[in-house]
């Protein structure tokens, strides 16, 4: 009997012609995913057991980015998250329970520190803060509930260089997890799992997607028994990601190394430039003497990216670095960086210990703008009467 056209147009059969190939990964976007038959119907996380069984679980573009940043990282295992805030959270709810000790260096993103002060302790989970440049000494601070160690390497805004075989040598004498907010090296500049890592997260925010446009976290691992943990906890927390957020990733993929190889030389040209400056104290640039952590650098990294920080001479207040920084033009103001335009952002009076730089320390993203360009509107916002008169 002929179906009413209003039921064939809801008929989910394709009707156009197989064998399609393309060089760009399809975009599957679906909530509800089809069985074969009743039998096998299973609602699981794992793609193993059941390739597809919700949405949730994910898709084949999102399944496509998690295998090519395992791949990238030297991972076994990738799970894709809505950000690199999720990524972090998502660690700390596959191995942390009530009563478990967590210990996160100072110099770590800011909003880790955020998640473990507002939320994880009224959860029953410790989490105490430990100088980055502690390295083996961190065993002091190890307890017998100690479950896990952060570790980011270079540090948020302060850029500290942290030994992380050193870290990882200790955390696994005491049996305590090593995790390592990877973002930085974007997975390419350091290996994170040959130096002892078994968890590595990333924001993909950043380099992998590349254009600021997307919010997305992976969270990697090698470790089989890691995997099941962190694949529980993310189909239990619903942590679904977009396919379209999924496929921008995709393609940012595609150009990462060349976009890293060009950051790379270009960051270094400003900092170095920077460095000559009479008002800037020390630049914390990885790649340069003055970034803490500097020869584990050499050591341990195969290259550098596009994000450092300036620390002012004490002559400049920080109203006047305000003032600064609103007279550049090409460095756009905003948090974030890893995309293809240059940032600018103060980082006054952070909370640290050690190497604390009151309203003096400016961080700053370079993107893929000329480098004269970008030399030619820092040294004018220095010096905004000169350039004035040179005006008129």
């Excluded at 679906?30 to 009743?38: C, H, I, P, V």
């Excluded at 920080?318 to 960086?337: C, Q």
Aim: net charge negative; aromatic share 8%; hydrophobic share 40%.
């Amino acid at each position: 009997m002929p179906r009413h056209r209003q039921t064939t147009a809801l008929d989910p059969r394709p009707r156009a012609p197989a064998g399609f190939r393309s060089l760009a990964t399809a975009t599957y976007r679906g909530s509800t995913t089809l069985f074969d038959n009743a039998r096998a119907v299973r609602d699981d996380w794992c793609p193993e057991r059941v390739p597809y069984a919700y949405g949730l679980h994910g898709t084949p573009t999102s399944l496509e980015l998690a295998a090519r940043v395992a791949e990238l990282e030297g991972a076994e295992h990738c799970f894709i998250t809505p950000g690199g805030q999720a990524a972090i959270a998502l660690v700390y709810f596959a191995f942390c329970a009530a009563g478990d000790h967590v210990l996160v260096p100072q110099s770590a993103y800011g909003p880790n520190n955020d998640l473990a002060r507002d939320l994880l302790a009224k959860l029953g989970i410790s989490v105490q803060t430990y100088d980055p440049m502690l390295g083996s000494g961190i065993a002091s601070l190890i307890r017998p509930n100690t479950r896990l160690i952060w570790c980011e390497s270079p540090g948020s805004a302060t850029m500290e260089i942290q030994d992380v075989p050193a870290i990882a040598a200790v955390a696994h004498a005491s049996g305590v997890l090593l995790a390592l907010d990877n973002t930085y090296a974007s997975g390419v500049f350091f290996d994170a799992f040959a130096h002892g890592v078994d968890v590595s997260i990333q924001a993909l925010t950043k380099y992998i997607g590349g254009h600021s446009d997307v919010l997305l976290g992976s969270v990697s691992t090698r470790n089989p028994e890691h995997y099941q943990a962190l694949g529980l906890a993310r189909s239990l927390l619903g942590m679904a990601v977009s396919p379209d957020d999924c496929s921008l990733a995709l393609r940012g993929l595609q150009t990462l190394w060349v976009r890293l190889a060009h950051l790379q030389t270009a960051t270094l040209q400003v900092a170095q430039w920077l460095k000559t400056r009479p008002e800037v104290d020390k630049v914390l640039h990885p790649a340069l003497p003055d970034c803490p952590g500097h020869e584990l650098w050499l050591r341990d990294f195969s290259g550098s990216t596009s994000v450092f920080s300036v620390v002012f001479n004490t002559e400049l207040s920080g109203e006047a670095l305000l003032d600064f920084i609103d007279r550049l033009s090409l460095f756009h103001i905003g948090y974030s960086w890893g995309g293809v335009t240059s940032l600018v952002a103060p980082h006054f009076n952070l909370n640290r210990d050690e190497r604390h730089y009151g309203d003096r320390l400016v961080r700053f993203n370079i993107g893929l703008e000329h480098v004269d360009d970008l030399i030619a509107d820092l040294e004018q916002a220095f010096s905004p009467d000169k350039h004035r008169g040179d005006g008129q």
